[in-house]
């Protein structure tokens, strides 16, 4: 098995109120697929691009880097071959931004020599899945990012980077079926038990191809 890194927010964490999900989301991932040993976990709640890539420890530590150490310096000193990304849900919907930061961790990664992937950004407070706006050239003057804000945004923001860049990039807004609406907030903003189950099952089978 590949010896693998997570880094993500509080989804990725599994944050549950003040706890987190008596299943992570690190055992399902391990559970789900036999490609990837995931045995080092650096999501934290609050985490995000900008908080990762800041120059100020302090912050970094914020986004689970152990001691503020920087990604590049992280990815060099460990034995992990591959990283999976769970990142967006705090940042801001910045057009020019947020595509520049997830270049820059995929750049760091590259340069690392690990193989990297990024995780669709998970909404609950939604009615349905969300429609997808085109791929192609016309997506950043197509006036999406004036009709739709907040997670929306950032969410397609970060899919639309991933195609254009051709980075590993898993639907989940799309990609995962939920028949019961209801039942996919454990906590306001946070996925239940079952969601979190069901999305990261479906992470696993991706990544692992299966």
Known sequence: MIKAMLIGDSVLYGAQGAGR????????L????????????HSM????FALLLSDDPAERALAGLPGGIALADLLAATDA???LIN???NDSADPEVMPANVKRVASICKLAG???GFVGVIDVNVASSYAYEPLGTSFWDSGYLARVSGIAAVAE?????CAYQDYPYVDVRNGVTISDWD???GDIVHPSQAYSIQIFTHVAHIIAGT
């Not at 999900?21 to 055992?27: D, H, K």
């Not at 391990?30 to 976990?41: E, G, I, L, M, S």
Request: proline share 7%; hydrophobic share 40%.
């Open 81 to 83: 071959g591959a990283v």
């Open 45 to 48: 709640p609050g985490a995000s």
């Open 114 to 116: 690990k193989a990297f």
């Open 157 to 161: 923001l970060l899919r639309q980077t």
């Open 183 to 185: 039942g996919v907030t």
């Open 21 to 28: 999900l008596a299943i992570p989301p690190r055992q399902t």
């Open 30 to 41: 391990n559970t789900a697929q036999a490609v990837y040993d995931f045995c080092y976990d």
């Open 87 to 89: 990142l967006g849900g």
